[in-house]
């Protein structure tokens, strides 16, 4: 079964412009979480999504924002862009609720604010 | 909200020495998973270990959900080891609040 996929895997942007990020899960699960991982502030949680509805939202400003599509694909977008943003962003999938099941994780895409 | 705290910070290690990581968390878990964040960043999935024992080969968790800990056991270290090592939970919410993470660094 293949795993989380994540497209792009490495991103440069400059400050003000928006970026989208793509993640595929684990086919059969339904329930992706995009996670924010930089050196000073560890792996934060953005949302999570499941069945294209956003159930949770972590503690970011509105320009982070995504979306979950039928096959569960989801994206996340950032708009106007600050250097702050430069991180791994990280998305996971699980089969049902994340808080009662395994989630699994894809590779990352590493994005660089200039 | 639930907080995970990891001890040590960072450890060093010759090849073939045993080791033990800590997690300790706030709260009463429905989730806990332990990961390895390899080089390029991925985390990979090591234990999903919400209570009791587990065994994978050299590593080893136990949880101790009364006592909001969990152990995560290397032995015989291998270079391969080496890299953040992650305790992860969640209790009720479906997001996973992270630790601050273990760095490992084995040596030959």
């Known amino acids: 079964k293949a795993g989380v996929t994540q497209t792009p895997r490495y991103l440069i942007k400059t400050r003000g412009q928006q970026v989208t990020l793509s993640c595929s899960p684990i086919?059969?699960?339904?329930?992706v979480s995009w996670y924010q991982q930089t050196p000073g502030q560890g792996l934060q949680f953005l949302f999570e999504y499941f069945s294209e509805t956003q159930r949770n939202k972590g503690n970011f400003p509105g320009r982070f924002s995504g979306r979950q599509f039928s096959n569960s694909r989801s994206e996340m977008n950032v708009s106007t862009l600050e250097l702050g943003d430069s991180a791994l962003y990280l998305c996971?999938?699980?089969?049902?609720?994340?808080?009662?099941?395994?989630?699994?994780f894809g590779p990352g895409t590493r994005l660089t604010v200039l | 909200g639930i907080q995970v705290e990891q001890s040590p910070p960072d450890l060093i290690l010759q090849e073939g020495a045993n080791s033990t990581l800590r997690c300790n968390f706030s709260?009463?878990?429905?989730?806990l998973q332990w990961f390895h964040q390899n080089p390029w960043g991925q985390l990979i999935n090591l234990f999903y270990?919400?209570?009791g024992t587990k065994q994978n080969g050299r590593l080893s968790a136990t949880t101790v959900a009364t006592e909001r800990y969990s152990l995560l056991y290397i032995s015989s270290s291998q270079t391969t080891d080496s890299g953040v090592y992650f305790c992860?939970?969640?209790?009720?919410?479906?997001?996973?609040?992270f630790g601050t993470g273990t760095r490992l660094q084995v040596f030959p």
């Open positions: 086919s059969g699960h339904r329930s």
């Open positions: 992860a939970a969640a209790y009720n919410t479906d997001k996973l609040i």
């Open positions: 996971a999938s699980s089969p049902l609720r994340p808080s009662y099941n395994e989630q699994f």
């Open positions: 709260d009463s878990v429905n989730n």
């Open positions: 270990i919400p209570s």
